[in-house]
């Protein structure tokens, strides 16, 4: 196994906003995330306020600037509400950090403690696409409620089912997909999980071409898309003109019961993609027998695929800001290890009919 930053696992997703208080009610009452701990000025923290929240092993951090100085206040200018960092935990942060700038990663943060009363921990980083960065987190006596500088403040949400995060898309501009797939095996030693060209994803009127990378335990899956040329603007040229560049475009939360997670998430106002209603039609002769009632299915809007290996259910919602940028899938598999190849054409013609609805196709 080729792990040579010694990566254990996605520690959590960073995401800068306007307003980090109102972003964290949001994911605990649309998505079912409990707050764990926060950081702000009641804590001596006068830069940012963040707060942490979690639902199973999924891990996010909602940070806002306090001055319109702070880098994230810049970031937020240029890209809206968006993922800053998609944090990693290692075994050695100072051995990672220094094998990524061997391998060629861009450094973004030296190597260093961060320390509270609660102990240790040691924290660098390194650039991806765009202005996302990777940090590199390991422990070194840290035994505080999330992060050194993070006070416990607990809120529970109303659990909502998400097991953790499945995978996290990365959108590039064009011609670039090939050079961070390139910089996640040079890098990070992973390896090109699946492809698909425009012939997998193409409607009649745009494109996207993809290539997953994955670490070779597969737990940490980095899929990477660009923009195919098409009669119209690919979905992710909408993206990357909206977001002012590359980022992340959807976060996969694993679930353990999509039924029961897209009831509860619908019921708490959450938006998501429709196909249509033909989709349902033709699912039994496409994927063969499943579990679960295909009129639930149906009533829900949760996409089915079988591959050799099993199938996998999965459903997309709508952006979650203003501009059409960042966005979530939930995902339960059954076998399946894909990514729902045979649901691309009735879901990207879905997310067109919105484009045009946006003025954007
Ligand atoms: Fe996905």
């Known amino acids: 196994m080729e792990n040579p930053l010694k990566l254990k696992r996605i520690h959590h997703v960073e995401f800068w906003v306007g307003n980090a208080r109102q972003s964290a009610y949001f994911y605990r009452q649309g998505f079912g ?62 051995q990672a950090f220094a094998e990524a700038v061997r391998r060629g990663a861009q450094a973004a943060e030296e190597p260093h403690d961060v320390r509270d009363e609660h102990g240790a921990i040691r924290r660098a980083a390194v650039h991806t696409y765009g202005d996302t960065i990777h940090s590199l987190i390991s422990y070194k006596d840290y ?56 012939k997998d994803i193409s409607t009649e009127y745009s494109a996207l071409m993809s290539i997953v990378m994955s670490d070779d335990s597969h737990s940490v899956k980095f899929p990477i898309n660009e923009p195919a040329a098409a009669r119209n603007k690919s979905q992710i040229q909408e993206y990357i003109e909206a977001y002012g ?68 259910l999965q459903i997309f919602s709508k952006p979650v800001e203003d501009r059409p940028t960042v966005f979530f899938e939930v995902i339960q598999r059954k076998g399946s290890r894909g990514f729902g190849k045979g649901n691309f054409k009735a879901l990207f013609e879905s997310i067109e009919m919105e484009q045009a609805r946006r003025g954007n196709l």
């Open 143 to 198: 035994e505080g409620p999330f992060l050194p500088g993070f006070v416990a403040a607990p809120l529970a949400g109303d659990d909502c089912g998400i097991l953790r995060v499945d995978h996290i898309v990365g959108n590039v501009e064009l011609g670039k997909m090939q050079y961070w797939a390139d910089y996640y095996t040079r890098v990070f030693g992973f390896h090109r999980y699946i492809t698909f060209d425009d």
């Open 33 to 94: 995330f409990s707050q764990v701990a926060y950081s702000g000025l009641e804590t001596g923290q006068r830069q940012r306020a963040s707060y942490a929240l979690s639902q199973g092993k999924a891990n996010f951090i909602l940070t806002t600037p306090m001055t319109p100085d702070d880098l994230a206040a810049d970031h937020i200018r240029k890209h809206g509400d968006g993922v800053r960092d998609i944090a990693l935990e290692v075994e050695d942060a100072d």
């Open 245 to 312: 560049g590359a980022g992340a475009q959807h976060i996969a939360l694993q679930c353990k019961d999509v039924l029961y997670t897209v009831r509860k998430l619908q019921r708490n106002g959450l938006d998501f993609l429709r196909v249509p209603d033909a989709y349902y039609d033709a699912l039994p002769s496409r994927v063969g027998p499943v579990e679960e009632s295909l009129a639930e299915l149906r009533s829900l809007g949760i996409l089915v695929d079988r591959d050799e290996e099993g199938y996998l």
